[in-house]
């Protein structure tokens, strides 16, 4: 009985003129849209790509959100295209491990909580903007600046974080 008005429910929407796939989400889990509601995510790294695409997700299940990123513009740009009142956004290195702790506290500060930490921001390009090089071409300066992002930064930010829980 209840997958049968799962699939009413769905093919319902899929009738609609405009098909959004947050619209069959939400009728195919009936109270998906409150699932997140008074909780708190932060996802690193939401100007765009994976992460900005999450922090949708989540704003459309009800949770407060932050997103951050190192340019004032491109967290602009965020803000605009997810058009929320629960987004909020910080500008912040995660590659900074000195301001790590200053940027945790901030968020704690304001929201009091982190229910979900989303390890989003990476780096899969290198600082001249290259998708690859020969593994016997990488420089010292290239390897620190992709493991600095996509692992040493992660590191610190859990660890940071931790101490709230
Ligand atoms: N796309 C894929 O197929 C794929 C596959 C496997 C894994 N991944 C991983 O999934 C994650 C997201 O991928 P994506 O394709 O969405 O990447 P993307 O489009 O390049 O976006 C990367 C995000 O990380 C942020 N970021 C990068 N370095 C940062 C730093 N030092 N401090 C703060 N924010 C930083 C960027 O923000 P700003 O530039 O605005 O600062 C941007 O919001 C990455 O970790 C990537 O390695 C992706």
Do not use: C
Not at 7 to 15: P, T
Not at 94 to 120: C, H, M, W, Y
């Amino acid at each position: 009985m209840f997958g049968k008005e799962v699939v009413k429910r769905g093919l319902d929407y899929m009738k609609k003129p405009v098909i959004k796939r947050e619209y069959v989400r939400t009728a195919l889990y009936p109270g998906f849209e409150n699932l997140y509601q008074g909780r708190t995510v932060l996802i690193t790294g939401g100007t765009r790509g994976i992460g900005l695409a999450t922090a949708g997700k989540f704003l459309s299940a009800g949770a407060e959100v932050i997103i951050t990123g190192r340019t004032k513009q491109g967290l602009d740009n965020a803000v605009r295209a997810l058009n929320s009142d629960r987004l909020h956004a910080i500008k912040w290195d995660i590659t900074d491990i000195p301001a790590q702790k200053e940027k945790i506290d901030q968020v704690f500060d304001s929201f009091g909580r982190v229910d979900v930490l989303v390890n989003n921001a990476g780096a899969n390009r290198l600082p001249s903007g290259e998708s690859a090089k020969q593994w016997d071409e990488v420089s010292e300066a290239e390897w620190n600046f992709i493991l600095d992002t996509n692992l040493k930064a992660m590191y610190f930010i859990v660890n940071s974080a931790y101490e709230f829980h």
